[in-house]
């Protein structure tokens, strides 16, 4: 079964420095999708990113950037010049593709803390 | 094109009555899976369904949760004689069967038991 860790459960910075979201997974399917998705304190789930397991190019969007690892089965999250408007929970999953059915593994969340 | 639409977006519930929560898919998806979100945790998948046909409800309690997405109208997630530990955020998300992970998620529906 597939699984996905992201160990920090809390994490506050000061405006403007940069943090870094850690996601770690497990799977023995060799073809999957890894997501970010960001939780305001308004609770809608807002989408981020994509990945697929044959893309291992790190992106970047903007103040954003991933950083994909299959050596280490890793997929961090990291936040340039951090803004109060970042301040969110934030999820890491994984999706298997299996026979069509997409269903999503979530991470327990990263709640950030942006403090002005 | 409208996204993902849920209502009611906010629920309130007596214990032991029924919760009905429902999701209209985005146009042309046939194909829905509901999560839901305990307080301070992370999203569990619950059902994933296509039009008519239940195709994976491994995540579902085998009592008192079910669910459908009818031909016509939207998905239902049906909750009987509710309990406290059901209040949670209820999220749908729909996709199209086009292989590449893509899902769009509703805004959720806020179920309280009280």
């Known amino acids: 079964a597939q699984k996905v860790t992201q160990a920090q459960t809390e994490i506050s910075v000061v405006e403007k420095e940069d943090v870094t979201l850690d996601c770690v997974y497990e799977t023995r399917d060799t073809t999957y999708y890894l997501f970010w998705y960001k939780q305001p304190p308004s609770g809608e789930l807002v989408f981020l990113i994509r990945r697929n397991s044959f893309d291992e190019q790190n992106e970047i969007s903007g103040r954003y950037s991933w950083n994909f690892q299959k050596s280490t089965s890793s997929f961090n999250f990291t936040i340039t010049a951090s803004q109060v408007v970042d301040s969110a929970v934030y999820f890491c999953a994984l999706t298997l593709l299996n026979f069509g059915n997409e269903k999503l593994t979530f991470g327990t969340g990263t709640r950030l803390t942006i403090i002005p | 094109n409208a996204g993902v639409m849920q209502n009611p977006r906010h629920l309130v519930r007596r214990r032991g009555q029924e919760a009905r929560l429902r999701c209209s898919p985005m146009k042309g998806h046939s194909h829905v899976y509901w999560y839901r979100q305990l307080p301070e945790e992370g999203l569990k998948f619950m059902v994933y369904l296509q039009k008519e046909n239940i195709i994976d409800e491994s995540g579902m309690p085998k009592e008192r949760f079910s669910a459908e997405f009818p031909k016509e109208g939207p998905s239902i997630l049906r909750i009987q004689q509710v309990v406290r530990g059901d209040s949670a955020a209820y999220f749908c998300?729909?996709?199209?069967?086009?292989?590449?992970?893509?899902?769009?998620f509703g805004p959720g529906t806020r179920l309280t038991v009280t």
């Open positions: 998300a729909s996709s199209l069967p086009a292989g590449n992970g893509e899902q769009y």
